[in-house]
């Protein structure tokens, strides 16, 4: 079964420093891995995926995850964090060997501190 | 542009009544999802929808209800067998077995029992 984790409830980072949100996850397949964010009262957005290649993903808005196969982890980063990153940010696994079923980690809330 | 759209964006029940929720897709994808959002809970899936006139539980199906006559279409029955309906509830659609395999979020239905 699929499972991902996102040990942080909260992460606190003040304007310009860089942002690291965390992730681990775990599938028997090959891995799909997903981040997406979310504002208050709105849908998901789509930032970034790994399926394949490179170990280094970048995303929308500046953001960047680095896919780690031994420590199954895909950590989510910007070098330079912005207020207006504040939000819930969720990683999502989906196995690419068997079923069509994404499964999310319970978010992370990002506070960008001015 | 293509998109999901989801209504009514609010929604409040009494105890006992069951409500709709709709969830219509204009991106031509396969397949369509509805997820619960609990606060610290993440999103939990409610059911989904590989191709017309088939659909499968998810983990937390009891007291939901969906269909899916059509293509663009999968709604979503909160029955009164649902004992704590309270929740932001959001719907997904992707292209299975696509490069992409991205799934796109509508804007959420925050549904409300009073």
């Known amino acids: 079964a699929q499972s991902v984790a996102q040990p942080e409830d909260q992460v606190n980072v003040a304007e310009g420093n860089p942002l690291t949100v965390k992730c681990t996850y775990s599938?028997?397949?090959?891995?799909?891995l997903f981040w997406y964010v979310q504002y208050p009262n709105r849908g998901l957005q789509f930032l970034l995926k790994y399926i394949t290649g490179d170990n280094l993903v970048k995303g929308s808005y500046g953001f960047e995850a680095e896919f780690n196969k031994s420590q199954t982890s895909f950590h989510l980063k910007k070098p330079s964090a912005l207020v207006s990153d504040s939000a819930l940010y969720f990683c999502a696994v989906r196995d690419g060997n068997y079923g069509q079923n994404f499964v999310f980690g319970p978010g992370t809330r990002l506070s960008v501190l001015p | 542009d293509g998109g999901i759209t989801q209504s009514p964006k609010y929604l409040f029940r009494k105890e006992g009544q069951n409500v709709t929720l709709s969830c219509e897709q204009n991106?031509?994808?396969?397949?369509m999802y509805w997820y619960r959002q609990d606060p610290g809970q993440g999103l939990r899936l409610i059911y989904y929808?590989?191709?017309?006139?088939?659909?499968q539980k998810g983990d937390i199906a009891e007291g939901y209800s969906v269909s899916r006559e059509k293509k663009e279409s999968f709604p979503l029955t909160v029955t009164s067998a649902q004992k704590n309906p309270t929740a932001f509830y959001l719907c997904?659609?992707?292209?299975?077995?696509?490069?992409?395999?991205?799934?796109?979020f509508g804007a959420g239905s925050r549904l409300t029992v009073l």
């Open positions: 991106l031509n994808h396969d397949a």
């Open positions: 599938v028997s397949g090959n891995p799909y």
């Open positions: 929808s590989q191709i017309v006139n088939d659909f």
């Open positions: 997904a659609s992707h292209t299975p077995g696509t490069g992409a395999n991205v799934l796109t």
